[in-house]
């Protein structure tokens, strides 16, 4: 017997509101039980010096994932993060190699990574070419280049003030690099819900035309979301480079899954409108439990992509299911 419309109707609100709990429940339910289950899995994953690790090895990916949160909610996507990392951490290690002074490395990378932002904005924006192509050719450039300055090779950092400053140094007791991501998180949720800006962001994710019909100044908003990635991507790759003690070609190469796994596993839409910056750090923290604990269990790398890739398949799904497949 065929169900009729009127019966189907109340299974499928019922669907699509048991998915929505589980989207929403996802990013804090999936890293208690990571957390149970490397804590019983492994005798050294609660260890205090492992547990430093972890805090100061995720930074790099939650400022990133901070700043692919505003790119999703846009409906956009950056695919150079990784690639952007890995060049400006070569970048900043050959400057100070020369002899620069680091305050003023770090503010001409930062300077270069906003640059880089501003350009897949605007070749997105502008160019109107969608930033799934945009990003790619740059993470090629990015790539290359990153080759090219080094010849594969790494360039190491030897000016200790820097790596004590980004990576060793503690401030309230707390490491430096995690006062940094909460910084950048503050300025990321103060700005998006508490802005003009942020409010008009949502508006432009959810109803592009509608947004630019009621006044909101597109272009500006799209490009300036881009720079903003690229401060982000810049900040990291200097803990990056701080945590590495080098600059490296191909550093980073699980990044940009990394980034993007958090943002959908914190209940963003890949179509746009719909982000949150504080479930996208619970998705951050997830992926950085999981990356430590598979390593620490000596899980295979391929296997690894796999349980991530299933990971975000499940978010996916959810999400458009919670969203009735609109």
Not at 48 to 54: G, H, Q
Not at 204 to 220: D, E, K, M, Y
Not at 256 to 278: K, M, N, Y
Request: a neutral charge; one cysteine or more.
């Amino acid at each position: 017997m065929t169900a009729s419309p009127m019966s189907a109707t109340p299974t499928m609100t019922r669907a699509r509101r048991i998915a929505a709990i589980l989207r929403d429940l996802l990013p804090y339910a999936g890293l208690v039980l990571v957390v149970v289950y490397f804590a019983y899995a492994s005798e050294f994953f609660l260890n205090t010096r492992n547990f430093e690790r972890l805090v100061t090895d995720s930074a790099t990916l939650m400022l990133v994932a901070f700043g692919m949160t505003m790119v999703i909610l846009l409906g956009e996507i950056d695919l150079s993060v990784g690639a952007v990392v890995a060049l400006l951490s070569v970048i900043l290690a050959q400057l100070m190699a020369a002899g620069m002074g680091w305050p003023l490395a770090v503010l001409l990378v930062l300077l270069i990574g906003m640059g880089i932002g501003g350009l897949n904005g605007v070749i997105t924006v502008i160019g109107d070419i969608p930033s799934f192509i945009t990003t790619l050719g740059m993470m090629a450039i990015a790539t290359g280049l990153a080759f090219v300055f080094t010849g594969s090779v790494s360039v190491a950092i030897m000016n200790d003030q820097f790596l004590d400053l980004f990576y060793d140094d503690r401030l309230l007791g707390l490491p430096v690099p995690l006062w940094i991501v909460a910084g950048a998180y503050l300025a990321c949720v103060l700005y998006l819900n508490r802005t003009v800006a942020g409010y008009e962001l949502f508006a432009l994710g959810a109803n592009p035309a509608a947004a630019a019909l009621s006044g909101v100044p597109v272009t500006r908003r799209k490009i300036m979301v881009f720079v903003i990635m690229g401060a982000l991507v810049a900040i990291a790759a200097c803990l990056s480079a701080a945590r590495l003690g080098s600059g490296a070609p191909g550093s980073v190469p699980a990044l940009t899954l990394d980034a993007i796994a958090a943002v959908i596993i914190g209940g963003a839409s890949l179509f746009g409108g719909r982000a949150f910056v504080g479930r996208t750090l619970m998705g951050a923290a997830l992926i950085a439990v999981l990356n430590n604990g598979m390593v620490l269990l000596n899980v295979n790398i391929d296997a690894q992509y796999i349980i991530k890739g299933l990971i975000i398949l499940l978010a996916v799904v959810l999400e458009r299911v919670a969203a009735g497949g609109k």
